[in-house]
Each structure stands twice: as C-alpha cells, then as structure tokens.
C-alpha cells in the first residue's frame, strides 16, 4: 500500500498495532471467561472465595 506522506504511513503503522493490541486483549479476555465458567465462577486464590477461606485473626485481648 502506497502512502501520500510519513505521518500517514505512521498512522495506518499505528491503527494496525491497536488493532492487533484489540485483537490479543478479546482473545485473553475470551480465555479468562472460559476457564472462570469450568470452575463454577469462583477464583481460586487465597482470600478470594478459593478453595482456602481467610478466617479472622483471633483477638489479641480477651474480655475476662
């Protein structure tokens, strides 16, 4: 493809990096949502409703 100018040629460079930026972002995002639904919608990082659930600290001072 020919180019009237330098900026225009930058340009179109530019356009085609975001969309292959767009690209790889739905195709992630497509994973993420694919893996979060064959685990029952539930993170399994600590702390985060995962498999380990945070307890509270116990107190530090009884009340005796």
Same mark, same amino acid.
């Given at each position: 493809?020919?180019?009237? @100018?330098?900026?225009? /040629?930058?340009r179109?460079?530019?356009?085609?990096?975001m969309?292959?930026?767009?690209?790889? #972002?739905?195709?992630?995002?497509? @994973?993420?949502?694919? /893996?979060?639904?064959?685990r029952?919608?539930?993170?399994?990082?600590?702390?985060?409703?995962? #498999?380990?659930?945070?307890?509270?600290?116990?107190?530090?001072?009884?009340?005796?």
């Open positions: 493809m020919g180019f009237c @100018s330098e900026e225009c /040629r930058n179109q460079m530019y356009l085609d990096d969309k292959k930026i767009e690209i790889s #972002t739905r195709r992630i995002l497509a @994973s993420f949502h694919e /893996r979060r639904r064959h029952g919608g539930r993170c399994e990082t600590r702390g985060f409703g995962g #498999t380990v659930p945070a307890a509270a600290p116990p107190p530090i001072f009884s009340s005796k």
